[in-house]
């Protein structure tokens, strides 16, 4: 009887863990990983966005008269956090930013042929220590990076390493073994397109140097008229100590650029003007901005997101992904991935949108990216700041460019405005001016169909941000018409699977899920907000839209 009893108890317990196991995997739910290579990045220019605090809208005097849109016009780091704290960018589905760079700009303005420009786009640096008062203060981004990470977006800042600002009555040239100022660039070949200057009065920094140099006396002056030369002079001691580098001007760009990794925990550099600097000089960066990021890691364990890499997105002019890792200069190809960037810039999607159907784009992305681009990405755009061709000026085609940059394989760039169909066309303007004007909040307060625009981004941005299959996973078309598609992503015990439908018909609709979904499953489609009984391998349900995104319930 005794041992009857505790077999009894014995079972008992087996079946009662059983139970609990069973229950347990059924409770357990994989949380959605962010993934660069599937990320939804909004750009901004820091200057355009939000203006959330006027009392910093002008300093360093300067109150020249501009050409047109080639001033500053109020937007800084607080409002860009103002946005973030409202929910914009989690309603947009965006969990990476990228603004513009923040470091002090020149003081001066200069004029290029459009009139007097000021630094307002932030590539005209003057110190790279510090962050120019028109953008905000140090606390400012310190309080941006925190609420950011805290709605699980990650941010982005702008390196310049391959130039200071241009030469202007306030701001002298640094000296010359730290910068060239002739020759410019004709971009022919590989020499004449890094050993020169990009435009005329863009002093080009010495990065192939190995040659150890004084900081600038301008720099000097600056910093003991601040009270903190000492200090950054202390600072400068440690990192050539530590890493055993000569005093050469790109490693010391490279420790104030690190630093703001270290001090604000920031999770990716877009690296600008890329190919006009050796491939070497990228490699260091890399080196060093990973060896910030593990120590930011290292000493603030409470605010780790994920165990993700620091995230270097290159700016390599007319790169496409049609040319796999090698950038052709003409008479030498440059592989820019390897032990540098984790992705590069695309400059090709907008031709391909205009010239080709959305499965040749989509399969040929797929394809390239699990293939020659394995363990890289690349970032998708059809506007962005500097491009005098984009995909729609005129944002007569909101609703495409919606549909193929948040659904074509790879990392989406979504420029300020293109989710509001802010034009790109602004009378009066000169060149890339066009490009930059102010943020069109107006319209999203009160037009009716900028709003119904809006809404259509955030449906796809938000199905892509919660489900890295979208833009990192593989592509298979299922039918040709209807067009249907799915995706599939696998990272070790998370999986993810989505079936879309573009170009349907209004009303009825009836989607073969047959492979993926089982006949009594309820499915859920996002852009509806339609819950689906699966029945004989179809999804079968009634919508007044063209599109359809189905996700497991």
């Not at 007319?318 to 200069?329: E, L, Q, T």
Request: proline share 3%; with cysteine; aromatic share 14%.
């Amino acid at each position: 009887m005794k041992k009857l009893t505790i077999l009894i108890l014995v079972l008992a317990t087996f079946f009662s863990c059983k139970t609990q196991t069973k229950e347990n995997i059924k409770e357990k739910k994989v949380e959605t990983p962010f993934v660069w290579e599937g990320a939804n990045l909004y750009f901004l220019l820091t200057d355009r966005f939000n203006n959330g605090d006027t009392s910093n809208d002008v300093n360093f005097d300067r109150t020249k008269e501009t050409g047109k849109l080639r001033g500053f016009k109020g937007g800084d780091i607080k409002g860009i956090t103002q946005k973030i704290e409202e929910g914009y960018f989690t309603d947009l589905g965006i969990n990476a930013i990228w603004m513009t760079p923040i470091v002090e700009q020149i003081h001066g303005g200069t004029d290029e042929g459009t009139g007097v420009t000021y630094g307002f786009h932030g590539y005209w640096t003057k110190d790279w220590t510090a962050i120019d008062s028109n953008y905000g203060t140090k606390k400012d981004l310190k309080q941006l990076v925190e609420v950011a990470h805290a709605k699980g977006i990650r941010i982005l800042l702008d390196a310049v390493i391959n130039h200071t600002g241009p030469v202007t009555e306030k701001d002298p040239v640094w000296p010359s073994d730290w910068v060239r100022t002739e020759p410019q660039c004709k971009y022919s070949n590989y020499e004449n397109t890094i050993t020169c200057t990009l435009v005329k009065n863009l002093p080009d920094i010495k990065t192939e140097s190995d040659e150890a140099v004084d900081l600038p006396p301008q720099l000097v002056e600056k910093w003991k008229t601040e009270g903190r030369y000492e200090d950054e002079v202390a600072e400068l001691d440690a990192f050539f100590e530590r890493t055993g580098y000569p005093r050469a001007p790109r490693f010391y760009i490279m420790k104030w650029l690190t630093d703001y990794i270290t001090e604000f925990g920031i999770d990716g550099y877009r690296v600008d003007t890329v190919k006009h600097a050796e491939e070497f000089v990228w490699q260091e960066f890399k080196k060093e901005c990973d060896y910030a990021f593990s120590e930011f890691k290292k000493n603030n364990q409470d605010k780790v997101l994920d165990d993700n890499d620091f995230y270097l997105v290159g700016e390599v002019y007319n790169y496409g992904i049609s040319s796999g890792k090698a950038f052709d200069f003409g008479d030498k190809k440059v592989n820019y991935f390897d032990e540098a960037f984790t992705s590069l810039i695309n400059f090709e999607l907008k031709w391909n949108v205009a010239q080709q159907s959305e499965e040749d784009v989509f399969k040929r992305y797929s394809n390239e990216l699990n293939t020659k681009l394995k363990g890289y990405g690349v970032l998708n755009y059809l506007s962005s700041h500097d491009d005098g061709q984009p995909f729609d000026p005129t944002r007569e085609k909101p609703y495409q460019t919606a549909t193929m940059l948040l659904l074509t394989p790879g990392t989406s760039q979504v420029y300020y405005g293109d989710e509001s169909a802010r034009s790109l066309v602004v009378e009066g303007t000169v060149g890339d001016a066009t490009l930059r004007s102010m943020m069109n909040w107006d319209a999203i307060e009160s037009d009716e169909k900028t709003n119904k625009v809006l809404e259509h981004w955030q449906k796809l941005g938000q199905f892509r941000a919660n489900h890295p299959s979208v833009g990192a996973g593989t592509h298979q078309m299922i039918t040709q018409e209807p067009y249907t598609f799915y995706r599939s992503y696998t990272n070790e015990d998370y999986k993810d699977l989505v079936v879309i439908g573009l170009n349907l018909a209004k009303g009825e609709k009836s989607i073969d899920v047959s492979k993926f979904f089982k006949d009594g499953e309820t499915i859920h489609d996002a852009y509806s907000n339609e819950d689906i009984v699966v029945s004989n391998g179809k999804a079968e349900f009634s919508s007044e839209f063209y599109t359809v995104l189905l996700e497991q319930k």
